[in-house]
């Protein structure tokens, strides 16, 4: 597997979703296409929370979120490349932005399906997008719109099982498209540097690392840092990169803001884009998908 | 490629053109009127005036002091405690009201009218003063009804301690009475009601942390909930059956209701139109729950089946209000909304079209524009300026410290733990004087018949920033305009004078049952004018820690007449007066009684 990927994009691991189908395995559990792993895998997560656990207020909202997102993907693609981009990444797109978003009003989960796909078609470098969709969108709205849009903060309950077949499946799901390295340094990092803030901060260490148990930093963890049209493409250095994002939420953490792993990763992830396209040549232009 | 150079540009424009729109639209979201906007010309339809020290009211709440365990964070557990209830205790046909406090040693106060629009308090004389002490527990609010119907309102006190009973000995003096109760229940909620329509009120007690917890003398710092949205291990309920005999029968589990919800707020409403009332519960950290009422034989929790109870929020408040003149009440919660914070909005649960069976609730909130009204705590629907339409007066802000300084950051790094982090108190961080959605201004949200609500708070004169708790409303001094009563946290108790346009027209309804308890709680009158159609229930509870006055008060705007008045008596006993007079109020006594 990590052999099929590397000719692509010069490192370890599959790439997923992209626009070229991908071979899918034969047998066994995972005998599907990569690509639909992790809309398999987030939807299998929200359908079962929503039931066991009402985490939506409604269906509605994420269902206009995903269809935006995809409507808002099919119309753009085929306008700007002639041909009707695959669904994948905007659904990803969609379905994270509307678990992500909370708001009693509908319009916050239009506008942040609207937005991410719109930022992969205009905020691009040499022909690639740089920030991750979903992280731009939602980062704007609760930039833009804080007295009436919130990020998700709630658990999957109060059992340790669910939480802990996420965390495996979210696992297996990043090792098995080759990008199980990010996520693991990224939470390696994470909790060396609540150390730091424990110790800084006086704050008991438990409450430092108590977001890292919720559904939005799995979320985040699995879907968000690992997107591999808007990670470096060195393996390395996606771990380096991070590394850097985990140091750069905790001094936003040490500042109070609430939302530092989206507004973290905004910042480091489109920077390490911009310096790695800017050093390379450039590519040859393709569909902006990626969530 | 110009194709694509073209669509570069157009995507471009769509991209600016949303974050502007999202920028826009959040900013439209919390328009209020300026602050300076009608001052005292009435403009719409009503002035509001604090005057409590002017009354001769002049109550501070104090809070109490927990074990030392919960000291980095004693703000948030000792943070409840402000209520007022309104009741004439001696049928002088004044309201009065009765105000607790929370401090160990302190003591709760009756305000009695003396009718020249002042109040004296008259707690101690009465033996309803000193109740809070360390061994029977500290007040959380009061509930009056005439349990034993001999015309006089007693008084229920639940605490986190021991709930007591206050027999109303002709209005002179209460002696603790009832045989049944509880021995210690941290409650936060209690109503009275007759689930059983036996003609005598029952009682229905919630309890808020778990029983078994001292909060004086912790064994462990696991007392906190196991969740901020799935919290099943909070206090237990309990539904006390009243036998007439002064004794109480704890009939829960017989009934049953199992719940461990943390309960801030309870209201009965009688859902389907029975005459059986249900139970509307509004709970911290997770959902509502709504018990239906199977005929006096068993209550069944339909919170997921009507809609009410599937999002898990921070519910502090049961209300219950006719918002469309439609005769449908609508239940209104709040929540805790704080920009970039938590913004889970308040809902106002409207139910869908009448008919047989339960009805489906949705929550039209956002719709109405009544979803985001900061911490909000104690809410009522009124007639504040007469012109037929039910408000809202909503208070609000949880914690007022430092100015400078917020908790939030920890707050909602605590709050998104799993539950093996966020049940131990030792893990919260230390609030250390820092505020936590403080200082924040009230709502006073105007209908204007169509169910489209405009805050008008500061226009108004409702511009106090204190803790706010409890809100009742009370005709207080006999002019047909509904006053404001507001117990706050840790602060002053205020009476908001309501000055109403004289020319809006009124009419008000004081019930007594005679098959049905004495005072007709669970009665539901509906007034007929001018083709509008209004639907009141007399309710003990209502709000949070709140009590309103038991007449029924429904503005009429420019109307002189009324058609009739339709009176269903939870004794199932239905009644209709024709053209009753207006602008004053009346005595309705139940047909056929004893």
Known sequence: MAGDASARHGSGGQALPSAEPVPARRGGLFAIDNRFLPPILITSILVGANLSFGILEGWERTALSIVVAIGTEL??????????????????????????????????????????????????????????????????????????????????????????????????????????????????????????????????????VAPITGPMYQLFIFFMITDPKTTVRSKTWQCVVVVIVAFVEMLMRLAELVYAPFYALFVVGSIAMVIEITRQPRSTQGHPQAN | MPRQRIAWFVWTFLLVASLAAVRALNQTAVASLPDDEGVSDLRFGFQLAESAKRRGVDFVHQVPSFDSKLEHIMPQVASTGAAVAVADFDKDGWQDFYVTNSGEGSLNRLYRNKGDGTFADVAQSVGLADVNRRDTGVSMGAVWGDYDNDGFDDLFLFRYGQPQLFHNEGGKRFVAAGTGLPRW?????????????????????????????????????????????????????????????????????????????????????????????????????????????????????????????????????????????????????????????????????????????LPAFENLATTLGVDLGGWSWGAQFGDLNNDGAQDIYLVNGYISAGERSSYWYDFSVIAVGHSSIIGDAANWPAMKGRSLSGYQRK????????????????????????????????????????DVIVANQRGPLLIYENRVAPERHWIQFELEGTKSNRSAIGARVELHWNGHVQAQQVTAASGFSAQNQRWLHYGLGSSRTVDRVVIRWPSGAAQTIASPSVDIRHHVKEPDGR
């Not at chain 1, 994948?88 to 009693?104: K, Q, T, V």
């Not at chain 1, 969108?137 to 669910?162: D, E, F, H, R």
């Not at chain 2, 409403?269 to 005459?275: A, I, K, N, P, R």
């Not at chain 2, 708070?457 to 305009?481: E, H, I, P, S």
């Open chain 1, 75 to 208: 119309v753009l693609g085929r306008i700007t490349y002639g041909k009707w981009p695959h669904p994948a990444s905007a659904y990803i797109s969609g379905i994270s932005a509307g678990i992500l978003i909370r708001s009693p009003f509908l319009w916050p989960y239009f506008f942040t399906s609207f937005i991410s796909i719109l930022s992969k078609y205009v905020l691009r470098v040499k022909g690639r997008h740089i920030w991750n969709p979903t992280n731009f969108g939602v980062s704007a709205m609760v930039l833009l719109a804080p007295a009436t849009v919130t990020v998700l903060s709630i658990q999957w309950g109060n059992a340790v099982a669910p939480m802990a077949v996420i965390w495996l499946l979210g696992a297996v799901i990043v090792w098995r498209v080759g990008r199980a390295h990010i996520s693991v340094t990224y939470v390696a990092a994470f909790f060396l540097f609540s150390f730091v803030r424990s110790a800084l901060t006086g704050i008991p260490w438990l409450a430092t």
């Open chain 2, 185 to 357: 229940v941290n409650a936060n909620a209690a109503t009275w009601l007759d689930y059983d329509r036996d003609g005598r009120l029952d009682l229905f007690l919630a309890g808020y942390w778990p029983d078994d917890v001292d909060l004086w003398n912790l064994k462990t710092t696991r007392i906190m909930p196991e969740s901020f949205e799935y919290a099943n291990n909070g206090g237990r309920k309990y539904l006390l059956r009243n036998r007439g005999d002064g004794a109480f029968e704890d009939v829960t589990a017989a009934m049953g209701i199992t719940s461990r919800r943390w309960t801030l707020a309870v209201t009965a409403v009688d859902l389907q139109g029975t005459g059986y009332p249900g139970l509307f519960l509004a709970n911290d950290y997770g959902v509502s729950e709504m018990f239906s009422n199977r005929d006096g034989r068993r209550f069944e929790d339909v919170a997921m089946e009507t809609g009410v109870g599937r999002a898990p929020k921070s519910g502090m408040n049961a209300a219950l209000g006719d918002i469309f003149n439609d005769g449908r009440l609508s239940i209104y919660k709040t929540n805790i909304s704080e920009p970039g914070q938590l913004v889970q909005g308040n809902d106002l649960w409207v139910p869908k079209a009448a008919g047989a069976g």
């Open chain 2, 443 to 482: 709502r006073v949200w105007i209908n204007d018949g169509f169910g489209n609500f405009t805050d008008v708070a500061q226009a108004v004169g409702a511009t106090d920033t204190n803790d706010g708790r409890a809100v009742a409303l009370a005709d207080l001094r006999n002019t047909g305009a509904l």
